[in-house]
Every structure is written in structure tokens, then in C-alpha cells.
């Protein structure tokens, strides 16, 4: 029987960056005397860091692949002023412009992928291109100044929350009961690979550690949800995200076409020659980046309630630092959906707490930075020294 | 005879785990060609690195003598500076510098910081006559042949007074021409009084060349054979590697060969960066169900291009010919309708080519036909483990579990890894790009007999081997490459070592 000891050491890399989130919440809970668990707060939390994991999740892939994305936070800049142009300006239905405005994405994505995959030309040089080339059309899209408001039903998507069918006043039955169920199906899926595990004979963690690791998971979701349900309750976005790390996480995990992500990663060469159509595949984690910045895009949009020159500056900083927060390789191959998020929430939790604590920004930054290199100095350290 | 140069007392070297060597002695004397066999994971490689410093001294137990002084290395460049210098045999040059500028990197000529090129060009062209490569000093790593490569890297070694010269594996990527080229140089340097040690799989260079002969086995010496004193036949050295007798070096197999399954008809391939210039210049080959065909000629014949263009032309440009299966035309065009139409090729770059290293054994296998295992889009992982479990035990993958990370790997698994993946594809034709490379006896024997049952079990299988045994011991039939041409075809049970070389050889004369 494996000592608690040894079977800390041997998941470190697994659940650290989950540990390290939550030593860093319940610090800034302590320092900010409460306030960073409050259910206003925890909910702007959310709202704020939703665009951030939206793309995180599409930029996992490319990272995957072993590149990395610079122009989404341009792409996202784009989108914003693209969907704000034709609902303020133009008077469009809001359903047809946010279908025009995913279509957009995913030809960005297919211009990049096009470079990228077909011309043979490094991810980084297209990305930096699409990085001024889709800035500069924002600022020319928007003749430089902010475009709003927009009409509440568009809003709905970054600043609404789902409805209730309880009516219970004061709290919200609804999202106490999805959170309910997500618990039950985690649970339902862990029981399920263990099974598996078993049955082949793989080393599975003892019975109590298992059920201590659930009865936690199922804890947090469950105070999480009601803090949130004491307040209006799960926003829209949160339940957009939700759907979207599921789909991501099965695409990674049990697709082929996620299996084949990771092998182009690992090895490009070997892959190639077991029949992997690698530029297509290259191709299309573009694409899929793409659409998934315009979604950003339009959450960020909503969000601010008008398109701005300058909105997405930086982004892509930020949500390549989440990806290699969570554990994924700069050299690809490895990475989870999971790790960018918990990446993700890292850098935003840092960014609410020391924001309610009043540190400037600048310290902010210098802060960020730190922490982005002692995880990823983290990892490197835990892979040499576990050989 | 002479003075002993080198002595290693008792060394002993853990890593976590694993008790790599056991107590080993091993000395060289002065101007001797002093060989170091074994089977991969013997400790060779681990000796020479705690020889040369790789693993420092307080890393290891026991003690090293060179030239009667008692040594305890820092760094390599601490073992350098008194005069032994390793080569790897992963060469360390840089490709896209010129020969001169790799020979002295990291012990230019210059003053001050400026480099002397004068000196450096003229030290250089130097050095190269002493190797018997006739270079320019400018030309770039890039442009050379592995077989000048390697000496260059002795040229280097040259370059820092060497008075012990390790070579690992020094002719593993090297063909039959540039081997004995080498051998030969090992043989002057010794009339220079410079002692080397050989390490390699080859024993037949090995009794050709060394003076002595050191055995490892499972990190501890067997014996030390003295070749002037001893009759030391091959069967000996590898006796005494593997523990136990090796009455066939090859499996036997009662062949049963049936109709012609494939075709290659008018194959011409050109090469990828000088278009115009043929790679494959007109090739036909047949191969019939059951057979074992070899594809035997130096390296840079065309073998390695010839398979790859028609494994969905991965190789080439302006490829043009056909390929029947079973009498019909097969589209070959790209890897993925290769495999689909029953072609697959197993590369001879393993590390480069085959595996996608940080992932496990299961992953690898089933990479190249992911669709046996799939429902709809979703891999069905049960499946997936099923699958590979039998593969683990039908090719006897000594692993911890399938789980394991192919980087982890020794050689012989790590090329059973890829022979399972290929197999898993369930192709009819197998071609297979020197499975054998780089890895120890017993590895090979099995992946002999895995051949074997594949014919067996009515697969054909192109065998492309730089070593001529191996295709005369395992092949029924032989197709002698030379220039990109077929230069001959025999009966194996009509060629010999002599006959090949000769078909070679004068295929060479008609182009020169």
C-alpha cells in the first residue's frame, strides 16, 4: 500500500496548479478579509475571466501542436467592432449577427491556418501579421472611436443569467439543482474509469483518497453554486464555458481527431508517417481558434456594452500564460483542457484579489509575471527530477 | 607487451533503482584497438561516461589510472584536456558551420577573442590529411556525408592532442565502403601510437580490428580475450555477450512461398531539392505472398528513398510509376491510402521518424490505424487496451505496462513498439528499414523470428539491411540497389557476401 506521501509526489503535476489555486484563493480570501468570496465578487470573477478560458480552451490546441497564437486578442478587438457596426449602425437582427460574426472568426481562422498550414510559414510570423492587420481594420472598422450601445438582448450573453423555475425568493433553486447534477455525473465518470482501471490491472489511487478527492470536488461545486445562487445565480457565460471545457475535454481525451493533436505534437515526423494528415489537422486547430476568438470577442463586447478600439489588448498574453499556468508544453505534445482553465482562473483570481486590495497595476504585472515563471520553473523541475 | 595507459579499478555505478556497474575492471594498454562489447544495457556507454567525466568523480565507486596518475574528472572537458576524447554516436557537429570551424569549436584558434582563420583553415586541412579526407576545410557540415562526418569528429579529436580515443558505435550509420575506411584509419592511428576503444555491435569488425576484446554483460565484466594470444571466432564473442550458445544466429523458417502479391513497375523518383536529379531511375520488383525480398546496396543507393516514395510518396518529387497489388493498380499516392491499400513502412529512424517519444506504448500502436478502435468518433479505450495487451505479449514488449513512455524504452523495445504499430495497421506488405539497427543480439533474434511468423502467416515483407548477413540469413530473395538502380537480383540460397558486393561494384563502373 502507497503512502499518502508517495502518491502526493507521484500526482504532483496533476494537481498542483489545482492546489496552488486554491492556497492562492483562500490567501486572498484571508487578505481581502472576505471580499474575494462574496457572491457579487465571485460572480464578477467569472464574468471577467469567461473570454480568457474561452479562447484558452482553442489555444490549448495550438500550443498542443506546438505553436502558439498571437493575434486573438486582436481577432477579439475585430469581432467586437465588426458585431457593434452592423447591430448599432446597421440595425441588425442580434441571432444574424452573432451567426455573421462566428463566420468571420472562422475565416480569420482559415486565413491563418492557410499560411500556416498549406504555405509552410511559422505560426508566429502569420499570428504576429494577423496581430496588426486585425487591430489595424478594428481601428479603421471603428474610425477610432467606441461604437454602443447594444440592445439588451445582446447583452443578455455576458451580462444575464439563466433563468429560474423555482421562483423561491431570494434564492436560486435552478442553478442549485444543474449543480447537483454536474456532481453526480463527475461522480458517475470517476466511478467508471476506475472500474476500467481495475479491470486492466492499472494502479488506481486507495478507496479512501478516492472518496475524499470526490466528497471535496463535489463540496466545492456544491458551496460555489450556492454562494452564487444567494446572489442571481449562475450567469449565462458560466453555463457557455461549462459546455464548452466538456466538449473540448472529450474532443482531447476520446476522439481521434484529439489523439491525433497530441501525436502531431509530440512528434510531427512520426506522425506524418502513420498516416496523419498533419496540415489539415494544423489547419483546423486554426479554424477553431478563430471561432472560438470571435466568440470572445462578442462575450467581451457584450460585456463593456460597446466595441472599442483598444478592447482585446493584450489578451493573447494572458491566455497563452494560462495554458503553460496549467501545465501544457511549450515544446507541445502535453497539456489538458483543464490545466488552461485552472491556468486561466490562477491569473484571474491574482488579478480580483490584488485589484480589491488596491495594488497597482504595475505590481500587478510584475506580479503576474512571476508567478507565470515559478509554475512553469515548477514543472520543468518536477519533470527532471522525476526523470 | 606495453605499458598500460588506461586502468578503471572497480567501478561501480548506481542510478535510483538499478545497479548499472558492478565492480568493473578495465584497462588499455598504450597503441592497442582495445574492443568493448556487449548487449544494450551491458554498461558500455554508462563505463565510457564515467571514463570521460560525464558522470563525475564522488558519482560513481572506484578509480580510474591514466598514465599511472590517478584521475578524478570534473567534466569532459577535464578528461580532454589529459587526452581522452569520446565520440558519440550521435555526432555532435553543427551542421550549417564549415568542417573547419566545427574542428575547432570550443578551442579556437585566436587571440584576444578574434579568430586567427588563417590558422584555423591551415590547422584544419592539417588535420584532414592525417584522416585521409580530401575536403575543403569551408565546406559546410551539411554538405558531407555521415561516413566524412565521422572523420571529422576524429579530426577534432586530433585537434586536442587525443591520446585515448572511445568510439561508440562509430560505424552503426555508416555503409560497408565507409566502414572499413574507418577501420583502417583506426589501424594508422594505432601505428601513431594512439590507443582507442571500440565499442560495437558488429563483431565482425570488431575480430577484424581490436587487439583485445572486453566483455560486459548486465554491468559486469565477463572475460578480456586477447586476440594475438586466442583463436576468437564471432561465436565466441557473442557466447560470451549472451550468456548462452547461439547455435543460429538466424531462426530457421521452411519457406512457402505462393503467387506475386506486389508489383512495383517503372518507379522513378527524383530527388526533393535538386529536381532533374533521379533518386530511383527506372526500378521493377516483384514480391510474392509469403517472401522475404531484400533490398541490399550501400547507403545512399536509393533503398531507404525507394520505400519511402511509394509509402504515399513521403519521399521525392515527380514520382512516376505504378504499384499492383494482386494484380490491380493501388493508389499510393499519400501515407494514408498507402496504409489503407496494405502498404506500411517501418522506418530505420526509430527515434526521428517512429515514435512519438513522450507518449506510451499504447498511444504509438494503435497511431497509425486509430479507426479499429473507434465508434463513431470516439475511441473505444477498452478496445484500445485489449489490443495493445496482445501486442505487449505477442512481440514480448518488456515493459511496466503499456502505460510506459516508448522514451523509456531500450532500443529492441522501442523497435518492437513500432513493429507492433505497423502490424496493428494489418498491412500485406511490410516493408521494413533496418529493424535492426543499434540494437543487441538477443533483441535481434527475436525480431527475426517475428518476421518469420509474419511470412508465415502469408505476409510479404521487403527487408532493406546494410548488413550483409542479416539479409543472406533472412531473405529468400535479394535485390542488389546501387545509384538508384536495381543492379542485380539472386536467390539468397544462390548470393554471398562476395557476389553482392561484386553486383555493387559493377553497377558503379557502368555509371562511372
Not at chain 2, 533474434?445 to 518469420?452: G, K, L, Q, V
Amino acid at each position: 500500500m502507497k503512502t499518502v506521501k508517495e502518491l502526493f509526489k507521484n500526482n504532483i503535476r496533476e494537481y498542483g496548479m489545482l492546489i496552488a489555486l486554491i492556497v492562492i484563493m483562500v490567501l486572498f480570501q484571508v487578505l481581502t478579509k472576505g471580499t474575494l468570496m462574496k457572491p457579487v465578487n465571485l460572480t464578477n470573477l467569472l464574468l471577467q475571466n469567461s473570454y480568457i478560458i474561452i479562447m484558452a480552451v482553442g489555444m490549448l490546441l495550438i500550443i498542443i501542436t506546438g505553436w502558439v497564437d498571437l493575434s486573438v486578442g486582436s481577432v477579439v478587438g475585430f469581432i467586437g467592432a465588426v458585431a457593434a457596426v452592423l447591430i448599432v449602425r446597421y440595425d441588425f437582427n442580434v441571432y444574424l449577427t452573432i451567426l455573421i460574426s462566428l463566420g468571420i472568426g472562422g475565416l480569420i481562422g482559415m486565413w491563418q491556418g492557410f499560411w500556416v498550414a498549406y504555405q509552410k510559414i511559422p505560426p508566429f510570423i502569420v499570428t504576429l501579421a494577423g496581430m496588426l492587420i486585425f487591430r489595424g481594420l478594428t481601428l479603421a472598422l471603428l474610425e477610432g472611436e467606441s461604437v454602443g450601445p447594444f440592445p439588451a438582448e445582446f447583452q443578455k450573453i455576458a451580462a444575464g443569467f439563466i433563468p429560474d423555475f423555482f421562483n423561491y425568493p431570494g434564492f436560486h433553486v435552478t442553478s442549485v439543482v444543474l449543480g447537483a447534477i454536474l456532481c453526480v455525473a463527475l461522480i458517475f465518470l470517476d466511478i467508471r474509469s476506475r472500474k476500467n482501471n481495475l479491470k486492466y490491472d492499472f494502479e488506481v489511487s486507495p478507496m479512501p483518497l478516492f472518496i475524499g478527492k470526490n466528497v471535496l470536488i463535489t463540496g466545492a461545486i456544491m458551496g460555489l453554486t450556492i454562494l452564487m445562487a444567494s446572489y442571481k445565480g449562475l450567469p449565462n457565460v458560466l453555463i457557455l464555458m461549462m459546455v464548452l471545457i466538456a466538449i473540448y475535454t472529450f474532443i482531447a481525451d476520446q476522439t481521434v481527431l484529439g489523439r491525433r493533436i497530441y501525436a502531431m505534437g509530440g512528434n510531427e515526423k512520426a506522425a506524418k508517417l502513420s498516416g496523419v494528415n498533419t496540415p489539415r489537422l494544423l489547419f483546423l486547430t486554426f479554424v477553431n481558434m478563430g471561432l472560438l476568438s470571435a466568440l470572445a470577442g462578442m462575450v467581451f463586447a457584450a460585456r463593456l456594452n460597446s466595441a472599442t478600439p483598444k478592447a482585446g489588448n493584450g489578451f493573447e498574453l494572458d491566455v497563452i500564460a494560462a495554458c503553460y499556468i496549467g501545465g501544457a508544453s511549450a515544446s507541445g505534445g502535453i497539456g489538458t483542457v483543464i490545466g488552461a482553465v485552472v491556468g486561466a482562473f490562477i491569473m484571474g483570481v491574482m488579478n480580483n484579489g490584488m485589484s480589491i486590495l488596491g495594488i497597482n497595476i504595475d505590481w500587478q504585472q510584475v506580479i503576474k509575471g512571476m508567478v507565470l515563471l515559478l509554475a512553469v520553473f515548477f514543472d520543468v523541475y518536477n519533470k527532471n527530477k522525476n526523470g | 607487451m606495453s605499458e598500460v595507459i588506461l586502468e578503471m579499478r572497480n567501478i561501480t555505478k548506481t542510478f535510483p533503482g538499478v545497479k548499472a556497474l558492478d565492480n568493473v575492471n578495465f584497462s588499455v594498454e598504450r597503441g592497442e584497438i582495445h574492443a568493448l562489447v556487449g548487449e544494450n544495457g551491458a554498461g558500455k556507454s554508462t563505463l565510457m561516461k564515467v571514463l570521460s567525466g560525464v558522470y563525475p568523480h564522488g558519482t560513481y565507486e572506484g578509480e580510474i589510472f591514466f598514465e599511472g596518475k590517478e584521475c578524478r574528472f570534473s567534466d569532459i572537458k577535464h578528461s580532454e584536456d589529459i587526452g581522452i576524447v569520446i565520440i558519440h554516436q550521435e555526432l555532435a557537429l553543427i551542421p550549417f558551420l564549415s568542417i573547419a570551424e566545427n574542428i575547432y569549436l570550443g578551442n579556437e584558434r585566436q587571440k584576444n577573442g578574434v579568430m586567427n582563420w588563417r590558422e584555423t583553415v591551415s590547422g584544419t586541412r592539417e588535420l584532414l590529411k592525417k584522416v585521409g579526407l580530401y575536403e575543403s576545410p569551408n565546406t559546410l557540415i551539411t554538405n558531407i556525408g555521415v561516413g566524412k562526418q565521422q572523420l571529422v569528429e576524429i579530426a577534432k579529436a586530433l585537434s586536442k592532442e587525443v591520446k585515448l580515443l572511445i568510439l561508440d558505435e562509430p560505424t552503426a550509420s555508416l555503409n560497408e565502403h565507409d566502414s572499413q575506411a574507418l577501420l583502417a584509419l583506426l589501424l594508422q592511428l594505432k601505428a601513431n601510437g594512439i590507443s582507442s576503444v571500440l565499442i560495437s555491435h558488429k563483431i565482425s569488425e570488431v575480430s577484424q580490428v581490436a587487439d583485445s576484446i572486453t566483455i560486459l554483460r548486465d554491468g559486469a565484466t565477463i572475460e578480456t580475450l586477447d586476440s594475438h594470444k586466442d583463436q576468437i571466432s564471432e561465436d565466441r564473442i557473442i557466447r560470451g555477450m549472451v550468456g548462452r550458445d547461439l547455435t543460429h544466429r538466424f531462426p530457421p523458417r521452411e519457406p512457402n512461398i505462393g503467387e506475386v502479391v506486389f508489383e512495383v513497375i517503372n518507379w522513378n523518383v527524383e530527388h526533393p531539392i535538386h529536381p532533374g536529379r533521379k533518386v530511383c531511375d527506372n526500378i521493377n520488383l516483384t514480391l510474392r505472398k509469403g517472401e522475404v525480398v531484400g533490398l541490399s546496396g550501400l547507403m545512399g543507393s536509393g533503398r531507404t528513398e525507394l520505400a519511402m516514395s511509394i509509402f504515399g510518396r513521403a519521399y521525392g518529387r515527380n514520382i512516376r510509376g505504378t504499384v499492383r497489388k494482386n494484380g490491380e493498380e493501388i493508389d499510393v499516392s499519400t501515407i494514408s491510402r498507402a496504409i489503407k491499400n496494405g502498404v506500411a513502412y517501418a522506418t530505420e529512424d526509430r527515434k526521428t521518424y517512429g515514435l512519438i517519444l513522450i507518449q506510451d506504448i499504447k498511444n504509438n500502436i494503435t497511431l497509425a490505424n486509430l479507426g479499429d478502435v473507434t465508434e463513431g468518433l470516439v475511441i473505444n479505450t477498452r478496445k484500445e487496451l485489449r489490443n495493445t495487451q496482445d501486442y505487449r505479449g505477442k512481440l514480448n514488449i518488456k515493459c511496466s505496462s503499456i502505460l510506459q513512455k516508448t522514451l523509456n524504452l531500450s532500443g529492441g523495445n522501442q523497435q518492437k513498439v513500432v513493429l507492433s504499430k505497423w502490424l496493428f495497421a494489418n498491412p500485406d506488405v511490410l516493408i521494413l528499414d533496418e529493424p535492426t539497427r543499434g540494437i543487441d543480439v538477443g533483441a535481434k533474434y527475436e525480431i527475426y523470428t517475428i518476421i518469420n511468423r509474419l511470412v508465415t502467416e502469408g505476409k510479404s515483407i521487403i527487408l532493406i539491411s546494410s548488413e550483409l548477413p542479416e539479409i543472406l540469413g533472412i531473405c529468400d530473395r535479394i535485390y542488389v540497389m546501387s545509384e538508384g538502380k536495381i543492379a542485380g537480383e539472386m536467390l539468397a540460397k544462390e548470393a554471398s557476401q562476395e557476389k553482392i558486393m561484386k553486383c555493387i561494384m559493377s553497377q558503379e563502373e557502368v555509371v562511372a
